[in-house]
C-alpha cells in the first residue's frame, strides 16, 4: 500500500504542554498513554480511555467496545443479526495493514442496544496494548 499519514495519539509530554487548551478529556486520555493498536502493523486505533466495555464478543473470540477508531477505514453497510438483535453494521480495516479489526454499528434494534451506535467493536486479538509518551519510540 502506498503512505498514509497517520494519525498519532498524543504522547503524556506533548499533551502536557497543551493542557491549557485541551479539554479535561482529552488530556485524561494522553495522561495514561496507554492505547490500543493494530496487531499487525501498530498503527494506533485508539486510547484506554474511548474503552466502553471489554465484555464484548467478536468472531474470534473477546471483543471490545470502543467510542471511536483512529486510522481505520469502513466496509460497506449490511445487515447482521448479532446475540443481541438484529443490527446494521459496517467492518472495519485497519487503514495502514488492511487488517479486518471488527464492525461499526450504525443502527441497533431497540432502546437497550442504542448506547453502541456510534461506536465500534474491536476484536481482542486484532488488538495490541501499547503505552505511547515513554522516552523514546520503540520498533
Ligand atoms: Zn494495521
Known sequence: MG????ERLP???????????????????????????????????APREALVSD???GRTG???LVRFVLNSVLGAAEARVLRSGAHVVCDIFCA??????????LRAPGASEEYKVGASVLE???????????????D
Open 11 to 45: 504522547s503524556a509530554s506533548a499533551a502536557a504542554a497543551a493542557s491549557a487548551t485541551a479539554s479535561p478529556s482529552a488530556a485524561a486520555a494522553a495522561a495514561s498513554g496507554a492505547i490500543f493498536a493494530c496487531a499487525s502493523c501498530g498503527a494506533h486505533l
Open 124 to 138: 481482542r486479538a486484532r488488538v495490541r496494548d501499547e503505552v505511547v509518551g515513554g522516552a523514546e519510540d520503540r
Open 62 to 64: 473477546p471483543a471490545l
Open 55 to 57: 465484555n464484548f464478543t
Open 96 to 105: 495502514c495493514c488492511g487488517e479486518a479489526l471488527g464492525w461499526h454499528y
Open 3 to 6: 503512505r498514509l499519514a497517520l
